[in-house]
């Protein structure tokens, strides 16, 4: 078991973003997680990642127990995540970006960095390597030089996943990758997050697509008005009357006959 | 002769602008962050009274001063990067000025040691200590065709000279590194900085006391060219100056600091013959700026261009392709 939630809950004053939920996300799984808009999926984005710590309940990731510490510590013990209205480092050209991704998978301090001593261009050389390699990932080869703001869209979001991935992350957490994109490019994500599971990395993915969610993910936690309404694999979610009567709406009895 | 080329006028001249760019510098490390302080002043002030006050009263080598002087306005660096971390933009900036405030105000009350508002006066020279130094050995400025003055000032620009090439060296390395991005991170977005896994509650702190070092070093280099500090040195109007030798030159690039320093120096000094009018001017060339070129004069696309040229000439000269990763 890679992430455990226990019962999480989070309130902002007297509304209830999340109400007492719990799921459990194996390793190597690729986890959606769907649900209405306002539902809470990036408010849960956000317990796990620590942004906003939860008012109860308890997260453990591999095993430990991670609610409480902060985000970049979150990071540090292989937790990365996307953004739902890409947040990339946008002056910065597309190398840097994925570089500042493997931060904390360096040590380097102003003393190594400033007499660049053999450890930091060993540190350096490799970083590089590694920013390079996920470019090659995930297809922006030849934009490594490029701004950042100045890329298409599709290729922002592409972007973000490696430079998630740069700080080498146990598990991914993506809001919305397919948000926007065309069918070729939905068509090459999902190419993309096959891959990256592939690595073994296990993915918990937020998305409104229905069909890329159903094709991608093993298996499916629905939220509505923060409560978890079902889980299951694919086919029981889209079998699921509460699920439908959540998306759709209730048919009245009376209707029916 | 050199003698006759070396205007002492001139090398103070200069001389103010260096410490003019570790000023510039001092600001633009801690915009690099993304944080905007107006205490520079404040840590200059600190820096300067520090080595002043340990040299005089107990005759502490210039340079155990200086550092001293650096090392204590870093203290107060992190004393007040700390709680400014909850403060981000105007009111940061706010802040920081209060701050430099309440130094100038503790300066200009703390009768028994700073002797308020009269100021500080017969602070070791840093030329003229180390012309004394220069005699023992037997050395006569004769020699060079220069008169004593000429000189102790000459000396004064050369160590400046010297300090300023090893601070911009520093810097260019630390913004080229891991230590660099991670301040550029934050500052382009501190909520996507933290995803990524940078401390940075541990980055805007060092930025920020680094400012502060900096400034210190640069107020006790000023204390030792000026030989007399008075609290009216570092009141607001001086963290003002110091912002606009930043935000003028372009506050993306260490280059546009420099620029920023050197440019508004010389610029009261070049316009002394209008004399009633050079501020008058100063403040249109500022309007301008702002309204036409508010990055600054330097940015990162000017600086693209100025590479590019530079690389065409020497490819066209030697015929060398350039390494990518430098």
Not at chain 1, 14 to 28: M, Y
Not at chain 1, 44 to 70: A, C, Q, Y
Not at chain 1, 128 to 139: C, F, K, P, R, S
Not at chain 2, 25 to 47: D, E, H, P, W
Request: with cysteine; aromatic share 10%.
């Amino acid at each position: 078991m890679v992430l455990e939630l226990k019962n999480i809950t989070k309130n902002f004053g007297g509304i209830s973003a999340l109400t007492d939920v719990s799921f459990q996300i194996n390793e190597g799984e690729i986890f959606g997680l769907i649900g209405p808009n306002g539902a809470g999926k990036t408010t849960l984005f956000n317990v796990i990642t620590n942004m906003f710590s939860p008012t109860s309940g308890e997260i453990s990731f591999l095993g430990e127990k991670i609610s409480g510490l902060k985000p970049h510590k979150i990071t540090d013990k292989g937790i990365c995540r996307t953004f739902q209205n890409i947040r990339l480092f946008s002056q910065m050209s597309v190398l840097e970006n994925v570089l500042v991704g493997g931060h904390c998978r360096s040590k380097s301090g102003v003393i190594k960095s400033v007499l660049r001593t053999k450890s930091q261009r060993k540190e350096e050389t490799n970083s590089h390597d590694v920013a390079l390699e996920l470019l090659e990932l995930v297809g922006l080869s030849k934009f490594q030089d490029s701004i950042a703001e100045n890329l298409a869209y599709g290729q922002q979001r592409r972007l973000e996943i490696a430079r998630a991935l740069a700080s080498n992350p146990k598990l991914l957490l993506l809001d919305e990758p397919a948000a926007g994109m065309n069918e070729t490019e939905t068509e090459s994500l999902f190419d993309l997050i096959k891959k990256v599971q592939k690595r073994g990395v296990t993915v918990l993915l937020i998305e409104h697509d229905m069909p890329f969610v159903m094709k991608l993910c093993d298996r499916i936690t629905v939220l509505n008005f923060g409560k978890k309404l079902a889980e299951g694999t694919p086919a029981e979610i889209q079998n699921n009357q509460e699920v439908i009567e959540a998306y759709l709406g209730a048919e009245e009895d009376d209707e029916i006959a | 002769m050199l003698g006759d080329i070396i205007n002492p006028y001139h090398l103070q001249i200069v001389s103010f602008i260096l410490i003019n760019i570790i000023l510039g510098i001092s600001i633009y490390i801690t915009l690099s962050s993304g944080q905007l302080s107006l205490g520079n002043a404040g840590f200059m002030g600190i820096g300067a009274y520090t080595s002043a006050l340990l040299t005089i009263n107990f005759d502490l080598p210039i340079f155990l001063g200086i550092i001293l002087g650096a090392v204590v306005a870093g203290v107060f660096g992190i004393l007040i990067g700390i709680p400014a971390l909850r403060l981000s933009g105007v009111y940061l900036a706010i802040a920081t000025l209060g701050f430099g405030e309440v130094i100038r105000v503790i300066f200009v009350n703390w009768d028994s040691i700073t002797q308020g508002s009269i100021g500080l006066s017969g602070i070791p020279h840093l030329g003229r200590e180390l012309f004394k130094t220069f005699k023992l050995t037997g050395f006569d400025p004769d020699m060079l065709g220069l008169k004593n003055n000429q000189f102790i000032y000459l000396l004064v620009v050369l160590i400046l000279l010297l300090v300023n090439i090893l601070l911009v060296w520093f810097f260019i390395r630390q913004n080229k590194s891991r230590v660099g991005r991670a301040f550029a991170a934050i500052k382009m977005d501190e909520k996507a900085a933290e995803s990524m896994g940078i401390n940075i509650t541990y980055y805007k702190v060092l930025s920020f006391t680094q400012g502060a070092i900096l400034a210190g070093f640069a107020g006790a280099l000023y204390a030792h060219v000026m030989a007399y500090i008075s609290p009216a040195d570092f009141a607001y109007h001086r963290a003002i100056d110091i912002l606009i030798f930043s935000i003028f030159g372009g506050s993306e690039l260490i280059w546009g600091a420099i620029f920023g320093a050197t440019f508004m120096t010389i610029l009261p000094e070049a316009l002394r013959f209008i004399s009633d009018y050079r501020y008058m001017i100063y403040g249109v060339i500022l309007i301008a700026m702002m309204a036409f070129r508010p990055q600054g004069i330097i940015d990162v696309s000017l600086l693209k261009w100025f590479k590019r040229k530079l690389k065409l000439k020497r490819r066209g000269s030697l015929g060398i392709g350039t390494k990518k990763y430098n």
